[in-house]
């Protein structure tokens, strides 16, 4: 079981890419690396898996949109098996949700195929030693994701109590309404305010319409 490379040795990697010339591209562009060794090539994820599985390779680059086993799916049998390979993306496709699948799978780092020369040797010396790596692109869509506000649902009795609010309604009338108490009605504003993050009616009831989670009233 390898523990990746030691300092100062050359890194083993494989190289798993369905597209023929973009995978000789690849691997003629390391060709003259004297710190990298390119042990395997690999069409499909099944076939990366096999290369891992017998190579045992200090990291897998690996494409994600494959025949027979996507890129993905190919990166979690990997992380999961016996061995210590790091798996670093390397694709065309940057949107939230292949970044996301990505990393929740495991992938150490994630690369887009613009990457020159020496940003693609940087990288997999970083993997290599268990170093995150992400293309400048990338580590923007993954921190702009964290500050989106997380999405917030309603019960269909808070947006009923919420939407008397928005008609104008006292607590007692909105309980007489809805046929509950008032007690309960402010048990629901309350869940409302803290789901909305506001202290207030008013902002809950604009809050919700900016939101789209109340209905606008013509």
Known sequence: MREGAAAGSRVRIIVADDHTVM??????????EPTIDVVGEAGDGRAAVGLVERLEPDVALMDLRMPVLDGTSATTEIVAGRTRTRVLILTTYDTDTEIERAVEAGAIGYLLKDATREQLVDAIHSASRGETVLAPRVAARLVARMRRPAPVTLTRREVEVLSAVADGLSNVEIGRRLVITEATVKTHLLRVFAKLDVSDRTHAV????????????P
């Open 206 to 217: 604009v809050t919700a319409l900016e939101r789209g989670l109340l209905e606008r009233r």
């Open 23 to 32: 995978r000789a591209g690849v691997v003629a562009l390391l060709a003259d």
